[in-house]
């Protein structure tokens, strides 16, 4: 059950967050060997004036930039998975949006199958059949 953060740098722009949306839970299905049905994506978007690298804002800079966070359940992915989904989906969203700072980046959040789930349902129970106590 992925759950994907993606922040972007610039104005709002719907069609785009769609297009990633689609391309980015294409690729956590592919790579990561997640279902889609069980991909959930959140865009959103940031002023550049209001984001800072060394303490200069992209607006000042002249760069875009992106932070992609995705939680999965720890232990259900390869170290090899987890390298090859950095490089793919640092590569997808630096075609996507162009100009972007080198400090963009993934960050893969491994998290407890006991303290991550959705429906009320932790992954622990979905996963290995382990019940509330």
Avoid: C
């Avoid at 972007?8 to 889609?36: H, N």
């Avoid at 690298?53 to 875009?64: A, C, F, H, T």
């Avoid at 359940?73 to 997808?92: C, I, P």
């Amino acid at each position: 059950m992925p759950g994907i953060t993606l922040t972007l740098s610039g104005a709002p722009d719907a069609a785009l967050a769609s297009q990633l949306s689609q391309k980015l839970t294409e690729l956590t299905a592919r790579v990561l060997d997640k279902q889609p049905s069980q991909t959930m994506v959140i865009v959103g978007f940031v002023d550049p004036s209001l984001w800072f690298i060394d303490s200069k804002s992209l607006e000042i800079l002249g760069r875009n930039s992106f932070r992609l966070e995705i939680t999965i359940t720890d232990e259900t992915t390869t170290v090899a998975q987890k390298l090859r989904y950095q490089r793919e989906s640092y590569d997808l969203l630096s075609e996507s949006i162009g100009n972007v700072h080198p400090h963009s980046n993934v960050h893969i959040i491994d998290v407890r199958a006991t303290a991550y789930g959705y429906g009320g349902v932790p992954q622990a129970e979905k996963l290995w059949g382990l019940k509330k106590i």
